[in-house]
């Protein structure tokens, strides 16, 4: 499929972890660094974590040392590992092809809540 397909939110308590998983077709995913975004109501949509096509990773400072970002390239799937969550972590969360401002392809995304 072109559109990547997200799974994996869902609700947890503040210290717990979620995994994430955003398959897309395999000719995109071998041609695509990959990464992962979130948006919390009334806010905009921020880089969460993205990985090159060599697997270098990048975070946002606010995840750095929580969340791990890694790729399957016999799944074609890209995974975001989120451990320690804090109710701020509170989200949906998008995967998208590619890295901006080139063209890319977004998820419907996913619903990360995270009690306190």
């Known amino acids: 499929q072109v559109q990547p397909a997200e799974s994996g939110g869902g609700l947890v308590q503040a210290g717990g972890s979620l995994r994430l998983a955003c398959t897309v077709s395999r000719i995109i995913f071998s041609i695509n660094d990959m990464g992962w975004y979130r948006q919390a109501p009334g806010k905009q949509r921020e880089l969460v974590a993205a990985?090159?096509?060599?697997?270098?990773?990048s975070y946002a400072d606010s995840v750095k040392g929580r969340f791990t970002i890694s790729r399957d390239n016999a799944k074609n799937t890209v995974y975001l590992q989120m451990n320690s969550l804090k109710p701020e972590d509170t989200a949906i969360y998008y995967c998208r092809t590619g890295s901006p401002p080139g063209f890319g392809f977004w998820g419907q995304g996913t619903q990360v809540s995270v009690s306190s």
């Open positions: 990985i090159t096509l060599g697997g270098t990773t």
